[in-house]
């Protein structure tokens, strides 16, 4: 039998920002757990600790990009623009710790290298980079799944004399003002790093693979009387984003977009794109941009005029202009094409003229330019979702790594439990939701906190999710991915950005709202897919 006394805690929390600060604060001051999170960071904030890049901010609206349960807070906490930048969330999410009393066990520049699941005794051991061992008998993960740095290796690297920095951990000490500044990748951060950085660097080069379908955001001011609104409604407004599918607080569309004409169709996209924001544009427009390829074809051609008549020098244009699906994560900015017609702003199209190599002085392309810049920023993204626990040493029943698990791409029950692994779970595991995040941590945390009250109140010490229920989860998630058209693109979203990584389904597509109630079913159902075992017996059934 588990004896609780023999591990130094009841449960370890890996990471502490959005998802880890919530789940301590859940295991802690509402099950009474004995609870350490930890975080390889100077600072808790987690996404919002390290992306301190020039432009940094979340692109989904404030209102909603922020925890529902303190509604004190959602009282109290002022704003005042309509997107929230990086300094407000981390002071935020800094304020939530402060006010629920989690600093003093939250173990900062402390990262997990290990954890080890003791069949025999059912504890998870867990290893640091400062040399320390802890063990716990719940280990839940809140890696983040946008944490693992992807570095391109451009040839060159070490002889370049200039900084080299990628936005995911971009240095307190480093200014770009005045300064001759590339960037490599048009992703949500390469359009947001562009946008600020043009306007105070003495030249920015822009290093594009892929051209972007971008839209506007609509960032700018919010009075009072909006946040005293948002205030007094914040109860329907909650609601409203679970019901929905990508959360993000705007009614979604349940229209197609070739059931009206032409015209209509233009005024839509039009108004969409007066309000901003890139997730409203993809589905607050009509139902099926996402999925049907006609849809998809209307909207992509009138962000296609859009940088057509924005674009002043043809050639320019030309260049940023996608003729792919508009089927990545959507994405928005104040004036990402307007920046392209600054005087101080150069784009170089590397598909058409690759990067050879850096020299000491810059960026040296096939065509024989050699770009020269002071500052060279990687906006290449990250290693998504499984990214960061490969980083890791986990190891569950057997001694199997999660990389053997997971070898043929990462799967899970719910996104919350991988089979082999018991009592871990996963916070924004692979097959998690594809929605706003905040709402969807809260929905694991709050769901999985409810397992392990139900657990301990009968006894339960095993809890595992079983391999049947892990491919069933991971079929459907495959099923609806594949009636979507982001699966036919190539991005984070399946891990194609990554050079070798197997391209895998790592969404469940059909949005929060689908998935909080297949959630709320597997609970009433007495925790349908997982094997819940008392001891003495911790060998799977
Ligand atoms: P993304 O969306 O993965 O974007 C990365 C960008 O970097 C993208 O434009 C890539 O081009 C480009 N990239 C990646 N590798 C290379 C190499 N080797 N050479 C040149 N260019 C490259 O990451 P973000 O950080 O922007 O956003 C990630 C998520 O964080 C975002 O969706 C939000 O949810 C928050 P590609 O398009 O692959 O051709």
New binding site residues.
């Given amino acids: 039998m588990t004896d609780t006394k023999t591990t130094d805690f009841d449960a370890i929390v890996v990471g502490a920002g959005f998802a880890g600060i919530y789940m301590l604060h859940k295991l802690r001051n509402e099950l009474g757990l004995r609870v350490r999170a930890f975080d390889r960071a100077g600072g808790v904030g987690g996404t919002w600790y390290w992306n301190r890049y020039p432009g940094a901010m979340s692109d989904v609206e404030g209102f909603v990009y922020r925890y529902s349960f303190d509604k004190e807070l959602l009282q109290e906490w002022n704003w005042t623009t309509k997107y929230t930048p990086q300094k407000e969330l981390l002071a935020y999410l800094e304020a939530v710790v402060a006010k629920h009393d989690l600093a003093k066990d939250i173990q900062l520049n402390t990262g997990i290298e290990s954890a080890v699941f003791d069949e025999s005794r059912g504890v998870w051991t867990v290893g640091t980079d400062t040399g320390e061992t802890f063990t716990a008998r719940y280990v839940v993960t809140a890696l983040g799944p946008?944490s693992a740095a992807?570095i391109?290796d451009?040839k060159g690297r070490e002889r370049f004399q200039g900084r080299i920095v990628h936005?995911?951990a971009w240095p307190d000490d480093l200014t770009i003002d005045g300064k001759r500044v590339g960037v490599?990748?048009?992703?949500?951060?390469?359009?947001q790093f562009t946008c600020a950085a043009a306007k105070v660097v003495e030249h920015l080069t822009v290093?594009?693979?892929?051209p972007?379908y971008c839209v506007p955001s609509g960032h700018g001011p919010v009075t009072e009387e909006y946040v005293a609104q948002v205030r007094a409604n914040y109860d329907s407004i909650w609601e409203q984003v679970r019901s929905s599918r990508v959360a993000c607080g705007f009614e979604e569309s349940d229209v197609p977009a070739m059931s009206v004409s032409e015209e209509e169709r233009r005024r839509v996209f039009e108004e969409n794109w007066q309000k901003g924001n890139g997730f409203r544009f993809m589905f607050g427009t009509f139902s099926d941009i996402a999925t049907n390829p006609e849809a998809n074809q209307a909207a992509a051609e009138f962000i296609r005029s859009k940088i057509r008549e924005i674009v002043k020098d043809p050639e320019t244009a030309r260049k940023l202009t996608p003729t792919d699906f508009y089927a990545?994560?959507p994405?928005c900015n104040p004036d990402y094409y307007e920046t392209f017609n600054r005087d101080n702003v150069t784009l170089v199209s590397?598909k058409e003229t690759p990067?050879k190599e850096l020299t000491p002085k810059g960026v040296l392309t096939e065509d024989g330019v050699e770009h020269e810049l002071d500052v060279l920023v990687f906006?290449?993204?990250?290693d998504?979702v499984d990214g960061s626990y490969k980083r890791i040493d986990l190891r569950g029943r057997g001694g199997r790594t999660i990389r053997e698990h997971w070898a043929d791409g990462p799967t899970s029950y719910l996104g919350v439990a991988t089979s082999g692994f018991p009592n871990l779970f996963m916070i924004l595991g692979p097959n998690s939701a594809f929605s706003n995040l905040p709402p969807g941590i809260e929905t694991q945390v709050e769901w999985i906190t409810d397992l392990i009250r139900t657990a301990e109140e009968n006894g339960t010490t095993v809890i595992e999710a079983t391999q049947g229920a892990e491919d069933a989860w991971t079929q459907t998630c495959k099923e609806i991915a594949d009636q979507t058209l982001f699966s036919k693109v190539?991005?984070?979203i399946f891990g194609?950005?990554i050079?070798g990584k197997k391209h895998s389904v790592m969404f469940f597509f059909a949005g929060l709202a689908p998935y909080r109630q297949k959630l709320d079913e597997v609970a009433k159902s007495g925790y349908e897919g997982f094997d819940l075992q008392a001891s003495p017996s911790l060998t799977p059934a």
């Fill in positions: 946008l992807n391109p451009i936005t995911g490599i990748g048009t992703g949500s951060t390469g359009t290093f594009q693979r892929s972007q990545k994560r994405i590397i990067i906006a290449t993204g990250f998504a190539d991005s984070w194609a950005n050079p």
